[in-house]
């Protein structure tokens, strides 16, 4: 009687895994789009420059911070993204 009890006792144990899953807090980091510089073109102009010339410039630089503008807010857009969502 005694062996029948110590064999139900030496069989191997039940390992169950079951996966959680948690979303975790990871930093979004973004470098800066080198459409977004420190200089632009209205500072390339000079104020002895003609009118022609700094309405170009005036242009070019609307331009130039559309295009940073549509960077920053893509990765901005991106960094939002909760994590495991349906679009992921």
Same mark, same amino acid.
């Given at each position: 009687?005694?062996?029948?009890?110590?064999g139900?006792?030496?069989?191997k144990?039940?390992?169950q895994t079951?996966?959680?899953?948690?979303p975790?807090?990871v930093?979004?980091?973004?470098g800066m789009?080198? $459409?977004? +510089?420190?200089?632009? *073109?209205v500072?390339r102009v000079?104020?002895g420059?003609?009118?022609? %010339?700094?309405?170009?410039?005036l242009?070019a630089?609307?331009?130039?911070?559309?295009a940073? $503008?549509? +960077?920053?807010r893509? *990765?901005?857009?991106?960094c939002n993204?909760?994590?495991?969502?349906p %679009?992921?």
């Amino acid at each position: 009687m005694l062996l029948v009890l110590m064999g139900g006792c030496s069989s191997k144990p039940i390992i169950q895994t079951r996966v959680v899953e948690k979303p975790i807090a990871v930093p979004c980091r973004i470098g800066m789009p080198p $459409e977004c +510089k420190s200089t632009y *073109a209205v500072d390339r102009v000079s104020p002895g420059d003609d009118a022609l %010339t700094i309405n170009r410039a005036l242009r070019a630089e609307i331009e130039e911070r559309w295009a940073c $503008e549509t +960077k920053l807010r893509a *990765a901005l857009a991106g960094c939002n993204i909760p994590p495991f969502s349906p %679009t992921h």
